[in-house]
């Protein structure tokens, strides 16, 4: 497994994603509101007007970080703050959100059925993009979602040209990844998404400020990915920038709302 730059430029779609960092309630059993998720709860998101995409990401219950012990970094996963997945929701326009406030207040008042913990991460337009590095005929077997906090005294311009101009470049350059996806965000603020009877405490030195979806041919390329000499490269390019680096195993990717189409069964 290389480190060698792609020789072509990569191919990219840029788009407007907002993602929800969300915990299943724990008086109930995990996969109870996994289920729930999975069934009521996408209905009342994939209804949402001006979606271009809505995709639902479950983490492994046993996360205790798939990114290897660096220097310097949090790589291992804190049990307290331990995600149990993400809704990705992507937007076909900047106006997107505000025509599907109607849907939302429902989403709202849901939220309160399945999760104890909401945080909904959000960048501007083009922000989210999707990276062609997948072969013809290649699909996804396995995933990782990284989540990176960026390191005191780094700006946030420098650590989105960081991101884009040198790490993307250098995961795209290992050939094992069939799908590369990444978001930066804006400072959080909890009233974007203060929902009703969720928690979103968010302490500062907790936030997390880009992420990233890995996709592989299957498990073992993911288990040979993390356990690599690469690794040790990407870290050391990681270092300066990042405090934090979180890497889930993803147990689901599921596609509820495709191309603006509400599908009707999700994807896998």
Same mark, same amino acid.
């Given at each position: ?66 990114? @290897? ?11 307290? $703050?331990?995600? #149990? *997945? &993400?809704?990705?929701?992507? !937007? ?43 072969? @013809? ?11 990176? $906090?960026?390191? #005191? *005294? &780094?700006?946030?311009?420098? !650590? ?109």
């Amino acid at each position: 497994m290389s480190m060698s730059p792609p020789t072509a430029q990569l191919r990219v779609k840029k788009h407007l994603t907002s993602s929800i960092l969300l915990w299943v309630r724990t008086d109930q059993p995990r996969q109870t509101g996994l289920d729930y998720w999975k069934g009521p709860h996408s209905g009342i998101i994939s209804a949402t007007p001006g979606l271009e995409e809505y995709r639902q990401i479950h983490l492994a219950e046993h996360n205790p970080g798939l990114w @290897p012990v660096t220097d310097g970094v949090e790589t291992s996963i804190p049990d307290n $703050r331990k995600i #149990d *997945g &993400v809704a990705e929701v992507t !937007f076909q326009s900047a106006l997107a959100p505000l025509h599907g406030r109607k849907q939302t207040q429902l989403a709202y008042a849901d939220e309160i059925n399945v999760f104890r913990r909401t945080l909904l991460h959000a960048g501007p337009p083009n922000s989210s993009r999707w990276y062609d590095v997948a072969g @013809p005929g290649e699909t996804v077997g396995a995933r990782a979602l990284v989540y990176l $906090r960026r390191r #005191d *005294g &780094v700006g946030a311009g420098e !650590f989105r040209k960081f991101v884009k101009t040198q790490l993307v470049p250098a995961l795209a350059g290992t050939g094992v990844l069939k799908e590369l996806r990444t978001q930066t965000f804006l400072p959080w603020v909890e009233k974007l998404w203060d929902t009703p009877n969720v928690a979103h405490d968010n302490p500062h030195d907790q936030h997390f400020h880009a992420s990233l979806v890995l996709g592989f041919n299957d498990t073992a390329s993911r288990a040979a990915f993390f356990t690599s000499d690469v690794i040790e490269e990407l870290s050391s390019r990681l270092t300066p920038f990042a405090s934090a680096i979180h890497a889930y195993d993803v147990t689901a990717a599921l596609t509820y709302v495709k191309n603006g189409d509400i599908l009707p069964h999700y994807e896998e």
